[in-house]
Structures are given as structure tokens and as C-alpha cells.
């Protein structure tokens, strides 16, 4: 059975901090990797990464594939209050069709 | 463009009643995911559907869930004699050919 874990489960951080926020995987057959930002409504697509070692970068967002080591990393720099959410991490088995399998998330708290 | 819609985007149900959850998808789109998020947990797939036909029901509890996605019109969850561990947030999403899927704003089930 394919499994995601997130860590830290949550998180309180100033105004201005950098965080990271992990996700590691077991997938039988791995497609790709997924991360979400979910602030009480729909989750929000950020990033899809496919190949190791390469940064995916969104203003001051960005996160990077490990395949050997079967992880994942968010960075996100200069923190704002708008960026308090939960962070989810899913992985996509190359199955044919995308049916995802999600963490529990990270839940964010940036505190002015 | 209209996003993935959903509704009711909250559903009061007494126990022992059905529910009817409506996923209307993007706009092209012809794959519809369902997910249900329970309290502190993430999000677990259900059912992947294309028009008129069922993918993939492995993550549908087997008793009292059905799901249909017609020629015309939106995908149905259908939640027979509903009981109160079915109280959750129910997620639809979307796609066409790129994996990541599209999340409409979630249908939040109550069961008192």
C-alpha cells in the first residue's frame, strides 16, 4: 500500500522565518509528486515533480525531489501571514490515471 | 473558465438518510476523483470516473457508496442510510490529461 508522512505535523512561525516542511513516500511505482496548499476550502495545486534534484520554484516557494531517498521538501522563504494553511504532500503511482495518495499535511501557522 | 463546482458545499443529514453530493468538473474535463477528508486526517481516494464509467472504486467502502458520473450533467456521489462516521469534508477533483487534478471546494457532510 502506497504511504505518505509529513512532518512536522504542525508548525507556528514569525513573520519573516523560513520553513521547511518534509514529506517522504513508499509508492509501488512511482509518477510523480504533488504538493497542495489547503486554507479551509479547496486544496490549491503548487508543484508536481517528476526527476530528482530538480528545484521547482514559485516566488518564495520551492521544493526538490529526492527518488533515492524517497523525499520531498518545501521551502518557503520570507514567510506571510497569508501563508498559514495546511501543506499537503501526495504521490501519484504510475498506474495509468492519476488517483493520488495524500499525507495528513502540515499545518502552518505564521504569526505577525 | 469555471473551476471544479461542488455542491451543496454543506449537507445536514440525519442518520439513516441518503446524500446526494454534486461534482460538476472543469470545463474539457472528462476524469472526476472523489476524496474524503475525515477530521485530522487526509484526504483518501474513493473513486476515479470518466463519463458513464467507473475506473477505479478500490478506495469506496463497499456498502451503501455508489458513484456515477453520467453522459450529461454532473458526477454523483450517492451515501445511502447515512450514519455518523460519515461525517466528513468529500472533495472532488478534476482532470484532463496532466496529473495533477483540480480540486472543487468540497462538499462538508454532517451526520447528526
Known amino acids: 500500500e502506497d504511504k505518505v508522512v509529513q512532518s512536522p505535523l504542525s508548525l507556528v512561525v514569525h513573520e519573516g522565518d523560513t520553513v521547511t516542511l518534509n514529506c517522504s513516500y513508499e509508492?509501488?511505482?512511482?509518477?510523480?509528486l504533488l504538493w497542495y496548499k489547503q486554507e479551509k476550502k479547496a486544496p490549491t495545486f503548487l508543484f508536481m515533480l517528476?526527476?530528482?534534484?530538480i528545484e521547482k520554484k514559485s516566488g518564495r516557494l520551492s521544493s526538490i525531489l529526492d527518488k533515492k531517498e524517497l523525499f520531498s521538501i518545501l521551502n518557503i522563504t520570507a514567510t506571510q501571514t497569508g501563508d498559514s494553511a495546511v501543506y499537503l504532500c501526495a504521490v501519484e503511482p504510475n498506474s495509468g490515471y492519476s488517483t493520488l495518495t495524500f499525507g495528513k499535511g502540515t499545518m502552518l501557522l505564521v504569526s505577525p | 473558465n469555471a473551476g471544479v463546482m461542488q455542491n451543496p458545499r454543506h449537507l445536514v443529514r440525519r442518520r439513516g438518510q441518503e446524500a446526494r453530493l454534486r461534482c460538476s468538473p472543469m470545463?474539457?474535463?472528462?476524469?472526476v476523483y472523489w476524496y474524503r477528508q475525515l477530521p485530522e486526517e487526509g484526504l483518501k481516494f474513493m473513486v476515479y470516473?470518466?463519463?458513464?464509467?467507473?475506473?477505479?472504486e478500490s478506495g469506496m467502502p463497499k456498502e451503501r457508496f455508489s458513484a456515477e458520473f453520467p453522459k450529461e450533467g454532473p458526477s454523483i456521489l450517492r451515501i445511502q442510510q447515512v450514519v455518523r462516521g460519515d461525517s466528513a469534508a468529500y472533495f472532488c477533483?478534476?482532470?484532463?490529461?496532466?496529473?495533477?487534478?483540480?480540486f472543487g471546494q468540497g462538499t462538508r457532510l454532517t451526520v447528526v
Open positions: 470516473l470518466q463519463k458513464e464509467n467507473i475506473i477505479d
Open positions: 477533483a478534476s482532470s484532463a490529461w496532466v496529473p495533477e487534478a483540480f
Open positions: 509508492v509501488t511505482n512511482f509518477r510523480s
Open positions: 470545463k474539457g474535463h472528462s476524469h
Open positions: 517528476t526527476s530528482s534534484g
